[in-house]
């Protein structure tokens, strides 16, 4: 898949990038630390710039994060607290609620979550999908969505730049820092998902000998 994001991004330029990033943005897996710290060290040898590289990876994440909010905006909270009043929340222990506090939650911390979730590889694409659940307005996402992602991508480029000819190594540095990331929200996850059932079980088993 390296190979073919550098043949892509010598190929196209700043288009390249743009459509690559947007990809990414959608499917995770595609490293965006390649495509980013590659483009950085491209503009050494080439008469592409670095800001230019930046926009246009700031533009296709803009691109990308708006497909996952539109779909978010299919899912929105009411469909899902209906699925939930049914046996899927029976099966998974979920209730109508649950959905109103989450979405309570987003619409107070959403800006700075949208955001903050921009430097968390993987969660900054995703985050999309419950900006778009919750409607938070197109603007407001916009401005948070290019804010982060204009600094994740400053970032990475200049690393890039200054790294030159050993920019592959900066890229495994960020892929590191990916999966380390991804293993401590996993555990958090599970942590919070036991942590949640344990005192759904026990409210429920309280109401029965109540």
């Known amino acids: 898949m390296q190979e073919w994001i550098i043949q892509t991004m ?14 990414e943005n959608v499917f995770p897996p ?3 630390e390649v495509i ?14 670095v800001w230019g590289v930046i926009i246009a990876a700031t533009v296709g994440a803009v691109i990308g994060a708006l497909v996952l909010y539109s779909v978010g905006r299919f899912f929105p909270p ?7 009043d049914g046996r899927l929340g029976q099966m998974l222990h979920f209730k109508r609620e649950d959905v109103e506090r989450a979405a309570h939650w987003f619409e107070k911390k959403g800006r700075i979550t949208v955001f903050l979730c921009r430097f968390i590889p993987i969660i900054r694409s995703l985050i999309s999908i419950p900006a778009g659940m919750t409607k938070m ?4 996402f916009l401005l948070y969505t290019a804010a982060g992602t204009f600094l994740w991508n400053t970032v990475l480029v200049h690393l890039g730049v200054f790294a030159g ?6 890229a495994e540095y960020i892929d590191l820092y990916a999966h380390a990331t991804l293993v401590v929200l996993i555990l958090l996850f599970v942590i919070g998902a036991i942590f949640f059932y344990r ?12």
């Open 165 to 170: 000819e050993s920019w592959e190594r900066v």
């Open 36 to 49: 980013l710290t590659f483009g950085g060290f491209s503009t050494t040898y080439t008469d592409m710039k």
């Open 137 to 140: 307005s197109m603007g407001v």
């Open 30 to 32: 595609i490293p965006s």
């Open 78 to 84: 009411e469909r899902i607290e209906g699925w939930l």
């Open 199 to 210: 005192t759904r079980i026990a409210k429920k088993s309280e109401k029965e000998k109540g």
């Open 10 to 23: 010598n190929q196209f330029g700043y288009i390249g990038i743009m459509l690559l990033i947007a990809i």
